[in-house]
């Protein structure tokens, strides 16, 4: 029951150091989104994909770039990294079919700190 | 602006004291809302969805409930094992809009 993994799972960076976190799921969704929290802010939606080889902007995009080539597969990249991108960030994924109400399954997280 | 607001930041009960967890919302279009449960260190872990006010979800000692302006968390008899953040989020037709949590915390 792996659902929703990703990777690392702890990392730090300098500021201007570039990297990507990888989430990979196994229960064929369609959507997958990529989300940063931050202490007393809810969840804000950063980019989402709506299915293999499509990405768009959401709330946060500013900074960051993803890719979906493969669709178990959502990549978010971090060109260079500023401190204010210092954040937890989810990955979760939810299926195209009944609807945009059905629930996102997430991931247990990505902790990134940028020095 | 659509807003999502839970409240209060932080609640401490008492093993078995019952109490309720609120998130209002002042959005347009709501085509749902949903509830979220999640541990330290994890991510959120689905709990209910509900579609129209009156509505109700249970599970346990957890009992959803829905108006035209704002949701409820009841929980019933809480053990320690409940402790947790509760995140709510607002469906509406173009996002997804989260609060910002209440941290639960049950004393033995």
């Known amino acids: 029951n792996a659902g929703v993994t990703q990777t690392p799972k702890f990392r730090v960076l300098k500021t201007g150091q570039s990297m990507t976190l990888l989430c990979a799921q196994d229960?064929?969704?369609?959507?997958m989104y990529w989300y940063r929290q931050d202490p007393g802010m809810g969840l804000r939606l950063i980019h989402y994909?709506?299915?293999?080889?499509?990405?768009a902007k959401g709330e946060v995009p500013d900074g960051y770039n993803v890719s979906r080539l493969k669709k178990q597969n959502f990549l978010l990249g971090l060109e260079s990294a500023a401190p204010s991108q210092t954040s937890v960030y989810f990955c979760?994924?939810?299926?195209?079919?009944?609807?945009?109400?059905?629930?996102?399954?997430f991931g247990d997280g990505t902790r990134l700190s940028i020095l | 602006e659509d807003q999502v607001t839970q409240s209060p930041e932080a609640l401490r009960l008492q093993e078995g004291e019952s109490s309720s967890l609120n998130c209002s919302y002042t959005?347009?279009?709501?085509?749902?809302l949903f509830w979220y449960r999640q541990d330290p260190g994890k991510g959120p872990e689905f709990l209910f969805t509900?579609?129209?006010a009156g509505e109700e979800k249970e599970k346990e000692r957890l009992k959803a409930t829905l108006t035209k302006k704002e949701s409820f968390l009841h929980i019933t008899a809480p053990k320690p094992e409940d402790s947790a953040t509760y995140l709510c989020?607002?469906?509406?037709?173009?996002?997804?809009?989260f609060g910002q949590g209440t941290r639960l915390t049950i004393n033995p």
């Open positions: 979760a994924s939810r299926l195209l079919g009944g609807g945009s109400n059905q629930p996102q399954h």
């Open positions: 229960m064929n969704h369609e959507y």
């Open positions: 994909s709506v299915g293999e080889g499509t990405t």
């Open positions: 959005v347009s279009g709501l085509r749902g």
């Open positions: 509900l579609y129209s």
């Open positions: 989020a607002v469906l509406l037709p173009q996002k997804l809009v």
